[in-house]
């Protein structure tokens, strides 16, 4: 089965970090786009981080999330990752990671994050 397959995430204080990660399974991301989403309570999704199709390992930040957030790739096991440092309240949310196999634009299930005291 073609899939994107989430994990980590959770409740952190401010300040702190978290990786999140993101299993293509069925499939390779090979030179295709990747995307991460942030979509805080109430608020529309939208992009935080991608990668463009073509398999660059360059990755474009929306302004304020780059310097916090990084996103890398382990071709090994296929796996993307969005390691998120010095969290605030806002980071709060559920993040999605996006990618695309064959004509099919795939979504991963979501992974809930809270920052909070």
């Known amino acids: 089965q073609v899939q994107l397959v989430q994990s980590g995430g959770g409740l952190v204080q401010p300040g702190g970090s978290l990786r999140l990660s993101c299993e293509a399974s069925g499939f390779t991301f090979g030179d295709q786009y990747m995307r991460w989403y942030h979509q805080a309570p109430g608020k529309t999704r939208y992009l935080i981080a991608f990668?463009?199709?073509?398999?660059?390992?360059?990755?474009t930040y929306r302004v304020g999330y780059g310097g916090r957030f990084t996103v890398s790739f382990n071709d090994a096991d296929n796996t993307a990752y969005l390691q998120m440092n010095s969290l605030t309240p806002d980071d709060t949310g559920v993040y999605y990671c996006?990618?695309?196999?064959?004509?099919?634009?795939?979504w991963g299930q979501g992974t809930q994050v809270t920052v909070s005291s």
């Open positions: 990668r463009a199709i073509g398999g660059s390992k360059n990755v």
């Open positions: 996006n990618s695309r196999f064959r004509s099919e634009d795939l």
